[in-house]
């Protein structure tokens, strides 16, 4: 008809179909009040606990939102990831294979045990042990280097300058007694690549970074759009590193509930204990969603089920 115009639509979906959905799973369950927020980092708990916010972006950087959007919690395990991807950027994906590894573990992300059972190693960059041998990974010829770069990196992906939040930091680090068991034990298998503290430290700074959902949504549109931020425009991940990344966010994002997020959602996402997840949805969406109280895998359960709700009204998921 002349003189109207049409609707805009992203990946087939009209505007209007997403903003529904987003709406819909906000208000379907906002009044949940099941699990609790973490409280082994003491100051999690002061977080109020019916924060909710979910944020749908599309790869040009479009957003649909619902709830507490611009809430700043730390990103805590969101950021394993896109650690992952630097050390991917720095050196290869073979090098993050052989020095750390890709195979999901099966057991919480915490784990001892893991270490152990797997050969000494610390199995994939998605649990703690990963995720700090991935920091000690980065070539810095100083920890202020180290840092520098990994903020640096995930500020690119985010489209926006993230903050520490100092006192997430200090209360996680001053009680980070099994993460430093960890970085030691690898260090003393050869599996940790700079001095044991240090990495302690970075990676615990790492997790302490503020976002928002809607800069975890922005992450995950990067990812969704082939390693290029839509906002900045910059390649932030080589295209052809961001399958890789993916999967292994798909068999690992949820640690030991992973293949029960899989078969559910059906989109390969990561999870933090502030209370975020962002899913992606590749080539098309990514879904960020916040609140903190958790379930006993330290899942985010009104995040996992607004995900899930919404990927499969709008047929999201990859399966
Ligand atoms: O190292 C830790 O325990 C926290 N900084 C991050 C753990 C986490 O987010 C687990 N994810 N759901």
């Given at each position: ?9 992203f990946?087939?979906i009209?505007a209007s179909r997403l903003q529904t959905a987003v709406d819909k799973a906000y208000a379907d369950f906002k009044n949940l ?17 019916n924060l909710f916010g979910i944020v749908l972006a599309t790869?040009?950087?479009t957003l649909f939102s619902a709830g507490d959007v611009e809430y700043k919690f730390?990103?805590?395990?969101i ?132 976002v928002s959902c809607e800069n975890l949504a922005i992450m995950g549109a990067?990812?969704a ?40 959602a059906?989109l390969?996402a990561k999870t933090g204990?502030g209370g975020g997840i962002v899913a992606v949805v590749?080539?098309?969406f990514a879904i960020a969603a916040f609140s903190p109280r ?5 899942n985010s359960i009104k995040a996992m089920k607004a995900i899930r709700q919404i990927s499969g009204e709008l047929?999201l998921?990859?399966?």
């Open positions: 008809l002349s003189g109207t115009l049409a609707e805009p639509s990946s087939g009209t009040s099941e699990g609790r927020n973490a409280d082994y980092i003491p100051i999690l708990t002061e977080t109020p606990s790869p040009d950087g730390s990103i805590q395990s950021s394993k990831p896109f650690t992952a991807a630097l050390v991917m950027n720095q050196t290869s994906p073979e090098v993050l294979k052989e020095k750390i590894g890709v195979e999901p573990t099966g057991l919480p992300f915490n784990s001892k045990l893991a270490l152990e059972i797997y050969e000494k190693r610390s199995v994939n960059p998605l649990v703690n042990a990963g995720a700090i041998a991935a920091v000690s990974l980065i070539n810095a010829d100083s920890e202020d280097k180290r840092w520098y770069l990994i903020r640096q990196n995930l500020s690119d992906f985010a489209g926006s300058e993230l903050e520490l939040l100092e006192k997430v930091y200090q209360s996680e680090y001053d009680t980070a007694w099994s993460n430093r068991a960890i970085a030691n034990l690898l260090y003393s298998y050869h599996r940790l690549y700079c001095d044991p503290e240090e990495a302690l430290r970075v990676y615990t700074k790492q997790c302490a970074l503020g990067t990812l759009n082939g390693g290029k931020n839509p906002i900045t425009v910059k390649q932030v991940l080589q295209k052809e590193h961001v399958p890789e990344l993916l999967a292994i966010m798909a068999t690992a994002g949820f640690y030991d509930e992973s293949g029960e997020w899989m078969a559910q059906g390969p204990v590749p080539g098309k958790l379930n006993a895998s330290g047929g998921g990859i399966y």
